[in-house]
């Protein structure tokens, strides 16, 4: 028993550099959110959110699926949609770094307690379960919400305005979310001179 949670506490003390790994998004006192700020509140939202939709999905799984979905970032940090969309890493490198990365963080743990930790993570990616399409879905409308309100990604509209909308559509059940969400962001382009594109307009319709 020793040994496995000693493997435990190896395990924290690896994905705890979560705390200080820093994303491209800022707070509203414009401190960057680290991944473990990011990945707090969406397990937060969860919940709350498939609540308030009254969504049919098994909740302590999506809680599981959005507490695990960015461990390897402890690894390699953060690489942003901007990276992936100007080609400075692609989608494909992307996925190959953050699994090998999970791979190494899970067999830090003993037994099946990390394969349970890779395999979230691989149904969050893969996405073909219902409750890996909404914390997918949620994961990129908390990203959003957070941007729109520093305004971050300013330089790229395109992205910024549109980040959430391919994951909504393959959950749209969190159609009534992205609509609020954008409607803050539409307000927010106008308030500082920032066009609003009708491909923006993807929810508000």
Avoid at 13 to 36: F, I, W
Avoid at 139 to 160: G, H, N, P, S
Wanted: glycine share 2%; hydrophobic share 40%.
């Amino acid at each position: 028993m020793d040994e496995k949670l000693n493997d435990l506490l190896d395990f924290l003390e690896r994905s705890s550099d979560l705390k200080t790994t820093l994303r491209s998004v800022y707070l509203k006192n414009k401190k960057q959110e680290s991944t473990a700020e990011h990945s707090w509140q969406l397990s937060l939202m969860v919940p709350i959110v498939a609540d308030l939709l009254n969504l049919d999905l098994d909740v302590d799984k999506a809680v599981n699926l959005a507490i695990a979905h960015d461990l390897p970032e402890a690894v390699i940090g953060d690489i942003d949609a901007v990276k992936v969309a100007e080609n400075i890493v692609s989608k494909e490198q992307k996925q190959a770094l953050e699994k090998e990365a999970i791979s190494k963080l899970s067999k830090i743990l003993p037994g099946q307690s990390g394969k349970r930790i890779f395999d979230l993570w691989d149904e969050y990616e893969k996405a073909e379960t219902a409750e890996a399409r909404f914390v997918k879905a949620l994961d990129k409308l908390e990203t959003t919400f957070q941007m729109a309100a520093a305004c971050v990604y300013c330089e790229r509209t395109d992205i910024l305005a549109t980040y959430p909308d391919k994951a909504v559509r393959n959950f749209p059940e969190l159609l009534p979310l992205l609509k609020v969400i954008k409607s803050r962001l539409k307000k927010g382009f106008e308030e500082i001179g920032l066009e609003w594109k009708e491909e923006f307009n993807y929810g508000l319709d």
